[in-house]
């Protein structure tokens, strides 16, 4: 009777949604190569961070919005000396409204963070088990666009952060209620940031992938990178501060060597959220038959 209760219990556990998901994500870890993938990705990662950051403040020079508030926002996610490192090599462009300089951080952001894109795409087609069939030009185009869209995501991001507090502070005054706004916003300022997030990794998982998807199969993913990344950032930070002191081993190169890391779990669990939608959509695919 027992072990008829004990079979029974199994068989229930093994038909669960959680087993399923976890037990196909571990296969597809090993199989998939997540690892080796996420270090590819990160390599060309890091060739486009830089250059990309150095047109986007630029970008933001030319705007009404802050070159601080990005370095800011790097500070609360990334490793004290980490963070440091980057303010140290932008801070010099805040004052340079150059034109020469933002072409420059243009062209070569674009070509970097477009082979980053290129090695994206073939992780996630292989997480589905499709072939790339998108020839050169379209292939390349999506890369392109999905640098550009990111930029401009990110500067509306820091938009609706800046001015969402004007137009907030503006609106609830016209009832009287400019005090209750302001004990809000800390909460709004991080939901801005957590919409801005969910809306970029949907784009991404949707439109990268060699193969159409449904809304439902791309959210599980989603889900998981948007608050997986946040989660992972900020406990990497914390333990970096607490814990972990790069410099002692690594001298000044101590910085790189934990936004190298930093990239790397960043990139991992991505590729994790792409497992899991891949899996979802089988998951689907199995209940039409």
């Known amino acids: 009777m027992v072990k008829l209760e004990n079979s029974a219990t199994f068989e229930k556990l093994r038909s669960s949604i ?3 998901y976890t037990g196909q994500l571990l296969f597809r870890y090993k199989d998939d190569d997540l690892a080796a993938m996420s270090a590819q ?3 060309y990662l890091i060739l486009a961070f830089f250059p990309f950051l150095f047109f986007l403040i630029n970008l933001l020079s030319f705007t009404p919005l802050s070159n601080k508030l990005l370095i ?9 000396d980490t963070a440091m490192m980057i303010k ?7 004052q340079a409204k150059s034109k020469t300089l933002l072409l420059i951080g243009m062209l070569g952001s674009l070509w970097a963070a477009s082979r980053g894109m290129a090695s994206i795409i073939r992780g996630l087609n292989h997480s589905y088990g499709v072939k790339e069939s998108r020839h050169f030009f379209k292939l390349n185009g999506i890369a392109l666009m999905s640098t550009i869209g990111l930029t401009v995501m990110i500067i509306f991001s820091l938009f609706m952060i800046v001015f969402g507090r004007i137009i907030g502070s503006y609106v609830f005054g016209l009832v009287g209620a400019k005090t209750l706004f302001y004990s809000i ?18 784009l991404l998982y949707t439109y990268l992938p060699n193969r159409k998807l449904k809304f439902k199969n791309v959210m599980v993913g989603t889900t998981f990178a948007t608050f997986g990344w946040v989660s992972a950032s900020l406990l990497f930070s914390f333990y970096v501060n607490s814990f972990a002191n790069y410099e002692l081993i690594y001298g000044s190169l101590g ?11 960043s990139t991992l669990i991505f590729l994790i959220g792409g497992e899991l939608n891949a899996i979802s959509s ?5 209940k039409k038959l």
């Open 18 to 20: 959680v087993y399923k």
């Open 41 to 43: 990705i990160t390599y």
């Open 72 to 80: 800011t926002n790097f500070s609360i996610i990334l490793p004290a």
């Open 88 to 94: 140290n090599t932008l801070v010099q462009t805040v």
């Open 185 to 202: 916003w800390s909460f709004l300022r991080y939901g801005i940031s957590l919409t801005f997030m969910v809306v970029t990794f949907y």
């Open 255 to 265: 910085g790189v060597f934990g936004l190298i890391i930093w990239l790397y779990i």
């Open 282 to 286: 089988n998951l689907d695919d199995k």
